[in-house]
Structure formats: structure tokens, C-alpha cells
T-cell receptor, first 111, second 118 residues
Framework: TQLLEQSPQFLSIQEGENLTVYCNSS?????LQWYRQEPGEGPVLLVT?????EVKKLKRLTFQFGDARKDSSLHITAAQPGDTGLYLC???????????FGGGTRLMVKP | KAGVTQTPRYLIKTRGQQVTLSCSPI?????VSWYQQTPGQGLQFLFE???????NKGNFPGRFSGRQFSNSRSEMNVSTLELGDSALYLC?????????????????FGEGSRLTVL
């Protein structure tokens, strides 16, 4: 069974601070996706990383896929209250849309 | 264009009953996946349908079943409900299930159906 462990589980920070969320596994994934979920809504895809060592930037968000394709990180610069939500990583192992999700990181950014 | 629509949004059942949840994918999307989300276990894959055929199934008991219709709409059914089945059930659609099982489509999730079992 493939597992994805996310850390930290909870994060409460002030507006303007930086933060990093980690997603780790002992298994190799063909790609890794990051989602954000807000209360009462379904997850929304932020980015997909495919190549080991790949770095993708989405405005103030930087995503990195580990060289061995077993881990990933999400770094947010100068967090804003609008970044508040549940961040989920999900591993894809070429099995259709059967994704393995991490437990999530619940982020709260206080103004 | 309209997103993924799930009905009902909220429902309350008692133990032993059965429930049917519905999912209408984005127009043109042929793959529909179902996930269960709970505070303890997070998001867990239930099953995936493509062109009315179940392509993948997660590690859930046989009480959980699903189907997909010719218009790509999907339903999932849970029979003999247990307290532990209380969860948010999420449906996701994507345009294409790639060749050799490779997913090459972004998943679009619905808002979910929140089931409470008393």
C-alpha cells in the first residue's frame, strides 16, 4: 500500500509569513498533484509535477518534486488570508484516476 | 461551462439503510471517480468508471458499489449503512482516461455529498 505523509497537519501563521508544506512517501510516483480545498467545496487542482527535481511556480506558490519522485514540497511566500484552506498532495501511479492522497495540511493565515 | 454536480448535497440516514448518490460530470468528460473523505482517513479512492465500465476499485467492502450510465452520469450506492460510513463523498470527472491506464486529464471535483449515519 502506497502512503503519502503530509506535514505539518496544521499551520497557523500571520499574514506576510512564509511557509513550507511537505509531502513524503517511501514509494515512487509517476507524478504528484497538489490541491487546495476550501470549506464546503471539493479540492481544486493547483499543479502537477512530473519530472524528478522539477520546480513549478504559481505566483507566490512554489512546488518541487524530489529527485527520486518520492516527495514533494509546497512553499508559499508572503502568505495572505486568501491562502487559508486545506492543502492536499496526491500521488499518481499510472493507474487511471486512482490517486493516493496525503492527509492534508490545514493552513490558516491570520490578517 | 457547468462544473461537476453532485446530489444530494446533504443527507441523514440511519444504520442499516442504504443510500444512492448521484454525480453529473462536466459535459464531455467520460471518466468519473469517487472518493470518500473523512477527518480520520482523509481522501480515499472508492472507484473509477470510464465508458460505463469500472476501471479501478479501491479497498472498500462490497457494500460500496457504483455504476455509470451512457451519458457518463454516475451513481454510487452504499448498502447496510454503518456509523463509520459518515463522510463527504466526492465525485471527480476528467476528460480522458489515457492509454495504458495513464491519466492525462485534470480531475475536477464536485462539492460533495455529505452523508451522516445515525
Amino acid at each position: 500500500t502506497q502512503l503519502l505523509e503530509q506535514s505539518p497537519q496544521f499551520l497557523s501563521i500571520q499574514e506576510g509569513e512564509n511557509l513550507t508544506v511537505y509531502c513524503n512517501s517511501s514509494s515512487v510516483f509517476s507524478s504528484l498533484q497538489w490541491y487546495r480545498q476550501e470549506p464546503g467545496e471539493g479540492p481544486v487542482l493547483l499543479v502537477t509535477v512530473v519530472t524528478g527535481g522539477e520546480v513549478k511556480k504559481l505566483k507566490r506558490l512554489t512546488f518541487q518534486f524530489g529527485d527520486a519522485r518520492k516527495d514533494s514540497s509546497l512553499h508559499i511566500t508572503a502568505a495572505q488570508p486568501g491562502d487559508t484552506g486545506l492543502y492536499l498532495c496526491a500521488g499518481d501511479n499510472n493507474a487511471g484516476n486512482m490517486l493516493t492522497f496525503g492527509g492534508g495540511t490545514r493552513l490558516m493565515v491570520k490578517p | 461551462k457547468a462544473g461537476v454536480t453532485q446530489t444530494p448535497r446533504y443527507l441523514i440516514k440511519t444504520r442499516g439503510q442504504q443510500v444512492t448518490l448521484s454525480c453529473s460530470p462536466i459535459s464531455g468528460h467520460r471518466s468519473v471517480s469517487w472518493y470518500q473523505q473523512t477527518p480520520g482517513q482523509g481522501l480515499q479512492f472508492l472507484f473509477e468508471y470510464f465508458s460505463e465500465t469500472q476501471r479501478n476499485k479501491g479497498n472498500f467492502p462490497g457494500r460500496f458499489s457504483g455504476r455509470q450510465f451512457s451519458n457518463s452520469r454516475s451513481e454510487m450506492n452504499v448498502s447496510t449503512l454503518e456509523l463509520g460510513d459518515s463522510a463527504l463523498y466526492l465525485c471527480a470527472s476528467s476528460y480522458q482516461l489515457g492509454l495504458a491506464g495513464v491519466s492525462d486529464g485534470e480531475l475536477f471535483f464536485g462539492e460533495g455529498s455529505r452523508l451522516t449515519v445515525l
